[in-house]
């Protein structure tokens, strides 16, 4: 029977071995929790040994019964042994509780720790891609469900599998043929239960899919409300967000059947148990007399399927915890960036591709990207959407790494620097890049933490936002981000021109598009990013072909492909990709 | 006062609940037969038991009609509850789908000020989780909850049947029990309080953790962000382990308590039958039955329990049910060519300082002209957009179109009128043509590929890859805001409407793309009346009527070279405005002065 039980709960028992594998912590408080809870059941089965004990007594002497006896010694021996079995099971089930609940917490504290350091630790890109929501669902709702397997179930349903396998033992012990009828429906009871597990399990995949898509959707609906409303086409999202409930209904019916129906075929079999032990017992008095013996399997009955009962509901919840386990898993198999022990810093800031390839999945992004960037100097990277031009910052940036091919800072491969000495060198003005839950000044501060307020005025000053910041109700002090003001884009990417101003890093990423979004000044604006961009090496993804005339170096990239490289005159003289993109800027005024 | 709020919480859920209380009814009624059936086992058991120590005639004839009896009640039970759990469900899931599709029908018409003091994660939060709450507790509470409240009554009175005293030592426990969590558990409403807040502040610290993480790592401060987050988790797990310690005697004994009535039956039922009162059987019988008696009122308590999370789930609905939803379905006439007046129309933001204010505010569009609003940011442009598309209404004064006030017209009509594209472009995850379709499902592919060309998007879109079955999706591709911008504008064009009003609709274009974009509308949407809404002056040399405003009144109304004239911040405007044109990164101001000046 246990073998069995092994070999069904794999997943579930998977899970928690998983997780008390990943928080590296001991689990012996949590495993001592359990063995107590055990014991705990095993005290509440001594009252009917009692009474079995009494009852075969009884029996015995059936004709010598003394009428009117008053209480004697046995009577009181008796309610002592009851005082002390009550007392020692109220002292398990309290050392037990204790124990589990505090082991499991370690347990989960630590868990916990472990996931928090592993999010630190993933490449920026892998977070970027995570919906915002997606992976705080994961870590909220997810975990949430892990810990009450811990705290919750896991005491609750090993005790009650224990306590069966007691009884069984014993009662085998007295009478093995009764033994077994009781729990003849058991390997039925529970093929129903694990046949129907894939169904269950694809069905609440496919419910779970449908929810975090209808989640999506909503999400959209509620921010594009204004369009919506604009166009008098909220009413066709209402439809289609309604059939989603609906659909989402069907699943959860389809769900409920497929996890209570097995369930309940799996209560129905097991206690059938029953009617063969009766059937048992009805073939043996065919041919010999009843046994005292019996009555103990009928005592006994209840108290050992029960527990089997109640852990089919466990088990229900048991295997959706152990889906969202394998959601957490997904965070700890993925691959992290490979950090040096020791980083280096380097002395020049040439930036140099050495045969760069990257593709998204399988579909190529970059193609044999080779070309240098000296210390101090401008290189623009043009191309028309699509053409890897971001895929180029991203790689700069370290959100991931090449897939072949080196990319070098002042000649050292950007994964031996390390994404420490890197950051420590370069500034981003790109549109990733935003704010983050704090006030304005911590949010332009985090350039440089020892930075004194002046000198974070200065480069507001310098980035031209502290007009609108000292407009904000509370000036520098004002909550950003999604708990405090909405500031707009071209607001955003202001501040994050007078960060990179006060980090003074000598290597800039700068993402043109960001920077003339909604420039209420641009004029302003200009003169803030000639004065970043001085005495730097910039890369700078370009839009306008008019803004990098003066750029040392121009890339054009095109579908993922190094086309032309040189400067505005050397690559309007010749024809190509370049020149077509600069007449089509400026044919549009002669059409 | 937590009362009332429970109360009303429990009036919601009731109304909820509205059309499906028949089926929760028979649900119950079902569970209480399923109950009694449930019964029956027991009852075989007393009887096998007695066939034993009684030895009747023919014992074996007896067990053989006992198995039928408890194959019949097994069936019977089975059958019932199943039968129940799936009315439940049914009912809980319709009430499910009802409630949401209540909510987001009053979501659509929220008013956009109380729709952006919300996150949109909140809202969807509670569409989908905080109802799906509740279906625990109608498809499954409802008929635990009951059977497990009904269930010991049945017993109890079989108890009684038996003999009374051995039903009184059954009982005995329930009320230590209930003293024991009326003395251990009084203070729980207050721990789960506390628990949930640390609960709450927990996720709201992870949530921030996550989305602060690209920021602090890039600016390597990720060392003490998670510092921060470990030691909210250690404080989590303090209130847990404190919170643990303190309920952990009293649910035990409370536990233990509702178990143990062996405790009681035993002894008294020795002495009972030492003295003949009871026979063995008996004696046996209440211990099967009555040790497990009680302990279905575990369930009530976890019950009461979790009802607090779902209760305040409801509360988290209740503003959403407020919205009211009355739209006008009402059609006037309207005679081409229309004209668009505001007449000393003004408005306010409440809790703000002025920006965005507008007050005596009066214009005219005629019809087919080229509108141009210009100022500094601040001075109430973007209010006179959205009060032309009907997301905000004046405080004072009208907006008229050919004398009809514009909050007369339903929102169907008022978008057949008046199309508006905004800097902050939002578009739908699906294609570019399913975007663009969004303003008129039923435009011609000539249309579209007017209005693409109007908006300067026809070459964006033919170098994709897909061209406009392209998707826009979030790994979808990469468009920039002015390529956005440009995508809205083809939608707002093929709308079809005789205005448009373009708020800053331009703003990411680059000045050549903007000046080709007013250049193509006029020509390609010659009747079209439009309103820009611009801090910047390329291409609007031709415009009918260039509108200056401050400080959300019109300070000068005129034409390009009158005002280039007389108006000093226009004036000032072009004059930077063609320093901004020559600029290039890698220049020094200094070098750009020069190349201005020469």
Not at chain 1, 182 to 196: E, R
Not at chain 1, 219 to 246: H, M, P, Y
Not at chain 2, 126 to 152: C, K, M, R, W, Y
């Amino acid at each position: 029977m246990d073998k069995q039980n092994v070999a069904i709960n794999h997943s579930i028992l998977a899970s928690i071995l998983r997780v008390i594998k990943h928080s590296h912590c001991s689990a012996h408080q949590f495993y001592w929790g359990l063995a107590l809870r055990t014991v705990e059941r095993g005290f509440e089965t001594l009252p009917f040994v009692i009474c079995f004990y009494w009852l075969t007594t009884e029996l015995k002497d059936t004709t010598s019964v003394p009428e009117g006896n008053p209480p004697g010694d046995s009577f009181f021996t008796l309610l002592f042994l009851l005082l002390a079995i009550f007392i020692g099971q109220l002292f398990f089930a309290y050392k037990g509780q204790k124990q589990s609940f505090m082991g499991s917490y370690r347990i989960m504290a630590s868990y916990r720790e472990r996931i928090i350091a592993r999010i630190r630790c993933l490449p920026l890109a892998q977070l970027y891609q995570y919906r915002a929501g997606h992976l705080s669902d994961i870590l909220i709702d997810d975990i949430k469900k892990i810990e009450s397997i811990f705290t919750h179930i896991a005491a609750d349903l090993f005790a009650a599998a224990m306590l069966p396998l007691m009884l069984f033992s014993g009662l085998l012990w007295f009478d093995w043929q009764l033994a077994l009828s009781l729990v003849a429906g058991l390997p039925l009871a529970l093929w129903t239960l694990n046949s129907a597990r894939n169904y269950f399990v694809h069905i609440g995949q496919r419910k779970q899919e449908k929810f975090s898509d209808t989640a999506g959707m909503l999400v959209e609906f509620v921010s594009g409300i204004k369009t919506l409303r604009l166009f008098n086409r909220a009413d066709v999202w209402l439809c289609k967000l309604k059939q989603r409930f609906d659909e989402i209904k069907d699943l959860s019916l389809g769900v409920e059947i497929w996890g209570a129906g097995p369930v309940v075929a799996y209560r129905f079999i097991l206690e059938s148990g029953l009617i063969i032990l009766l059937l048992l017992c009805a073939v043996r008095l065919d041919s010999a007399d009843a046994n005292i013996t019996w009555l103990l399997f009928f005592l006994l009955a209840h108290k050992l399927l029960g527990p089997l009962l109640e852990m089919a509901e466990y088990i229900t919840v048991l295997r959706l915890a152990a889906q969202s386990e394998a959601r957490v898993q997904n965070l700890f198999s993925g691959t992290l960036l490979t950090e040096p022990e020791q980083g280096i810093s380097p002395e020049n800031f040439d930036v140099h591709f050495d045969n760069v390839c990257f593709s998204y999945d399988s579909k190529p992004a970059l193609l044999n990207m080779s070309f240098t960037a000296s210390q101090n100097s401008v290189t623009a990277i043009v191309g028309p959407s699509g053409s890897g031009k971001s895929t180029l910052m991203n790689l700069l940036a370290r959100f991931y790494d090449p897939q072949s091919g080196a990319i070098y800072l002042g000649g050292h491969d950007l994964r031996a620097v390390g994404t420490e000495h890197l950051y420590e060198n370069v500034s981003m003005v790109f549109q990733q890049v935003q704010l983050y839950d704090s006030t304005i000044m911590q949010n332009v501060k985090i350039g440089k933490v020892e930075a004194a307020d002046e000198e974070v005025i200065n480069a507001c000053k310098a980035a031209n936002c502290h007009d609108f910041i000292v407009a904000l109700p509370q000036g520098y002090q004002t909550q950003v981000g999604e708990a405090g003001m909405r500031l707009s884009g071209g607001e955003r990417q202001r501040l994050s021109i007078a960060r990179a101003l006060l980090k003074d890093a000598p290597v800039l990423l700068l993402d043109e598009a960001t920077a003339s979004v909604d420039c209420d000044s641009q004029y302003e604006l200009q003169r803030a990013l000639s004065k970043l961009v001085e005495n730097r090496t910039v890369i700078m993804i370009a839009h306008r072909l008019s803004t990098v005339r003066h750029a040392s170096q121009i890339l054009v990239l095109d579908k993922g492909e190094l086309v032309q490289q040189g400067t505005h005159p050397d690559l309007l003289s010749q024809k190509g990709l370049y020149s077509q993109l600069w007449l089509s800027q400026r044919s549009k005024l002669v059409q | 006062m937590e009362s009332k709020t429970n109360n009303k919480s429990w009036k919601m859920l009731w109304r909820l609940t509205s059309e499906h209380r028949f089926k929760i009814f028979i649900a119950l009624l079902l569970t209480a037969v399923a109950a009694i059936c449930e019964m029956i086992p027991y009852w075989v058991i007393f009887q096998a038991i007695n066939a034993i120590l009684q030895s009747p005639i023919d014992p074996a004839a007896r067990f053989y009609e006992l198995s039928i009896w408890l194959a019949i009640a097994l069936l019977l039970k089975t059958g019932l509850y199943a039968v129940a759990y799936a009315l439940s469900h049914k009912a809980a899931y319709s009430i499910l789908l009802d409630t949401r599709k209540t909510l987001v029908t009053h979501l659509a018409w929220a008013p956009l000020s109380w729709l952006q003091s919300r996150h949109s994660g909140q809202l969807k939060q509670s569409v989908l989780q905080d109802v799906e709450n509740v279906e625990n507790v109608i498809a499954h509470h409802t008929v635990e909850v009951f059977a497990a409240l009904f269930g010991p009554l049945v017993v109890t009175s079989y108890l009684f049947w038996i003999d009374w005293r051995l039903a009184l030592a059954a009982l005995i426990t329930a009320p230590l029990a209930i003293m024991t969590s009326a003395l251990f558990m009084r203070n729980t409403g207050q721990q789960y309080d506390q628990f949930s807040a640390a609960s709450a502040a927990l996720e709201s610290a992870m949530v921030e953790y996550i989305r602060n993480m690209p920021v602090v790592k890039i600016f390597r401060q990720d060392a003490t962000n998670f510092q921060t987050m470990r030691q909210r988790l250690e404080d989590y797990y303090g209130v847990v382990r404190e919170l643990t310690t303190k309920t952990i005697p009293g649910w035990s004994l409370f536990s233990s308590l509702l178990a143990a009535s062996v405790f009681f039956i035993l002894p008294l039922g020795t002495w009972l039958h030492a003295n003949s009162y009871v026979s063995i059987q008996q004696v046996l019988m209440v211990i099967v039955l009555g040790s497990g008696m009680l302990k279905p009122l575990l369930k009530v308590s976890r019950f009461l329990m979790e009802i607090n999370e779902v209760m305040a789930g409801l509360r988290r609905l209740e503003p959403v049910f407020k919205i009211e939803t009355q739209q006008k379905t009402n059609k006037l006439n309207f005679k081409n060519p229309i004209k668009m007046e505001f007449d000393n129309t003004g408005f306010s933001y409440p809790n703000q300082t002025n920006n965005g204010t507008i007050k005596n505010f009066n214009l005219i569009l005629k019809p087919g002209s080229f509108n141009v609003l210009l100022g500094p940011s601040g001075a109430g442009k973007s209010t006179i957009a959205q009060l032309s598309g009907g997301l905000l209404e004046p405080e004072s004064g009208t907006i008229r179109l050919n004398n009809v006030s514009l909050q007369a017209l339903s929102q169907q009509q008022r978008s057949t009128l008046i199309a508006i594209a905004t800097q902050e472009v939002f578009l739908f995850q699906g294609s570019i043509k399913e975007n663009l379709r969004l303003a008129r499902p039923d435009a011609t592919e000539q249309e579209i590929k007017r209005a693409v060309k109007a908006a300067q998007a026809e070459t964006l879109i033919s170098s994709l890859s897909n061209g406009y079955d392209t998707l826009i999706t979030e790994q979808g591709v990469n468009l920039s805001g002015g390529e956005r911008q440009r995508i809205a504008i083809a939608r707002a064009l093929l709308a079809n409407t005789p205005i448009l009003v373009l708020d800053e609709a331009s703003a990411a274009l680059d000045s050549i793309t903007q000046q080709a974009f007013y250049q193509d509308v006029k020509t390609l949407y010659p009747d079209k009346t439009i309103l820009m809404i611009t801090h910047r002056a390329y291409g609007i040399e031709s415009a009918d009527q260039i509108v200056i405003m401050d400080k959300g009144n019109t300070k000068d109304i005129g034409k390009h070279s009158e005002l280039l004239t007389r108006n000093s911040f226009y004036k000032r405007l072009w004059q930077q405005q063609s320093e901004c044109e020559s600029w290039s990164i890698g220049i020094s101001n200094l070098q750009l002065k020069e190349l201005v000046d020469g």
